[in-house]
């Protein structure tokens, strides 16, 4: 039993299935046959009893109601009605009180010893099955012994039909419940074969390559398989993303690095004594610093990957008029007016989202104006969402730059731009939390002119 264990333990999950199905097909038709053949064999062997008895009992009848004057030729003549109350294959034996044959009608069975009185017994006379009984009778005058043969040859070969059936019958049936069995756990085993594989692809070479893996079914192994896509394509869009913050934050923190180190070696040098020197290369230090620690907190801010919250919702307009009150303490010449439709229902976001949302396009709009900047943001209700318009009289993007503004780190005036001291990313932070809130946004720009920010944001039900 326990070589048996050890021997399925090590095996394919197809083999223990097949293995496992037809040993409890077999067994469970084993016991079946079992049970039928004895109830069978009980039955019919009983039926044959009741033959032999039934043939011995007419016998005697017949002989004793024939009266004291049956003679010994009477019953010779008589031979022929004796026959047809026995069955066919039976041999009757008439036998005188000391044992000695009298008659015997159908020869087919030598003598039986004549003991046990009237009982049934099974015995083997010239290599075959019979059953015998004899039966005390009263011939006329004399006294004498019945004996009654009835082969069971019959009853043999029926059980032995029925027993060669059932073999035929039951290595068929274990050969289909093999082959079903096989076929069950090949096409059960398939999905499980192609999960090893896949994960097999991630241990080798990582999240390089798309994760999908393909199943219908809806049941357990369906949505083990798409709890696994899912997984994969979560821990996919992390690693991603921990990639692309490392790239993006070896290639762009090299540049303040190098400036604030050009900075401190010059002072180092000679700045030292040199008011000058030392008081811009302070200055241009902590700027980079500044915006150092700024392009930092954006990259994590991207690589962040939060959960959405199904239960947010944000006052729109009370969130939108406390980043205009934020912007006008920061930047008090900046002009920014405010119209809305009578009723602005809640929206479907975080009120923090909302917030940095609005404020990365309010402070672009404030930073790319080279004029006295007026921002102009109107809200109203559509259908099913709010939409944000938030028009700026700044200097505009080209055409051909609009598709890139919202890819990281894209400045459409680099060296300008740095200047300014924007870090590429606003608007890729922008971008992300939108399609977090499932909102959207299209920009129209005309250069020299102004730029149209248009948002729309789900209504929260
Ligand atoms: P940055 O931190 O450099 O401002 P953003 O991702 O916020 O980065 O913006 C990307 C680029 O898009 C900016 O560098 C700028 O060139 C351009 N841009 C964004 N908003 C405006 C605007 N309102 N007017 C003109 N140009 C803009």
């Given amino acids: 039993m326990k070589k048996l264990r050890d021997y399925l333990v090590n095996q394919s999950l197809q083999k223990k299935w097949m293995l496992t199905s037809s040993a409890v097909i077999f067994f469970s038709y084993t016991i079946i046959c079992i049970v039928v053949y004895i109830s069978l064999h009980t039955w019919l062997l009983n039926d044959e009893a009741s033959q032999i008895k039934r043939a011995s009992d ?64 099974e015995m083997t006379i010239d290599k075959k099955n019979v059953f015998v009984i004899n039966q005390r009778i009263q ?210 976001i975080t009120e923090n989202a909302l917030s940095q949302i609005v404020r990365n396009i309010i402070e672009n709009a404030i930073r790319y104006c080279e004029k006295i900047p007026e921002i102009q943001i109107s809200l109203s209700v559509l259908e099913k969402e709010v939409s944000v318009k938030i028009e700026d009289n700044g200097i505009g993007i080209a055409e051909e730059n609009i598709p890139y503004i919202f890819d990281r780190f894209y400045r459409v005036d680099e060296a300008r731009n740095r200047q300014i001291g924007g870090t590429g990313l606003g608007l890729s932070i922008t971008k992300m939390l939108l399609e977090k809130y499932n909102s959207s946004v299209e920009v129209k720009s005309v250069k020299n002119v102004g730029t149209v920010f248009l948002l729309k944001f789900p209504l929260k039900y």
């Avoid at 004291?68 to 030729?73: A, D, K, V």
């Avoid at 039976?90 to 030598?110: A, C, H, M, P, R």
């Fill in 58 to 121: 007419d016998l005697v009848y017949f002989f004793e109601s024939q009266g004291p004057g049956l003679t010994i030729q009477e019953i010779h003549q008589n031979k022929g009605l004796l026959d047809s109350i026995k069955d066919r294959d039976q041999t009757v034996k008439l036998f005188n009180v000391d044992g000695e044959k009298i008659l015997s009608i159908n020869e087919n069975s030598q003598v039986a010893p004549i003991t046990s009185l009237g009982e049934i017994m």
């Fill in 139 to 348: 011939l006329g005058f004399i006294q004498g012994y019945i004996q009654v043969i009835h082969p069971l040859s019959k009853f043999e070969s029926l059980m032995h039909y029925l027993l060669t059936t059932m073999l035929i019958a039951g290595i068929g049936a274990l050969l289909l419940s093999a082959s079903i069995g096989y076929y069950l756990a090949n096409y059960l085993t398939k999905p499980l074969h192609a999960l090893r594989a896949s994960m097999k692809t991630v241990m080798d070479k990582g999240f390089n390559e798309p994760i999908q893996l393909s199943y219908t079914s809806h049941d357990e192994i369906g949505d083990l398989l798409k709890m696994y896509n899912a997984m994969m394509n979560e821990l996919q869009i992390s690693f991603t993303k921990q990639q692309q913050f490392v790239a993006d934050a070896s290639h762009e923190l090299r540049t303040p690095i190098q400036a604030i180190e050009g900075h401190l070696s010059l002072l180092k040098r000679w700045g030292k004594d040199d008011p000058e020197i030392l008081e811009e290369s302070i200055e241009t230090s902590l700027t980079e610093i500044a915006r150092m620690r700024k392009m930092i907190e954006e990259l994590l801010e991207l690589a962040r990957r939060e959960e959405k919250d199904i239960t947010s919702e944000a006052d729109a307009v009370a969130v939108i008029e406390a980043v205009i009150e934020e912007t006008r303490l920061l930047h008090p010449d900046a002009r920014i007016l405010l119209s809305k439709d009578e009723e602005i229902g809640r929206l479907f």
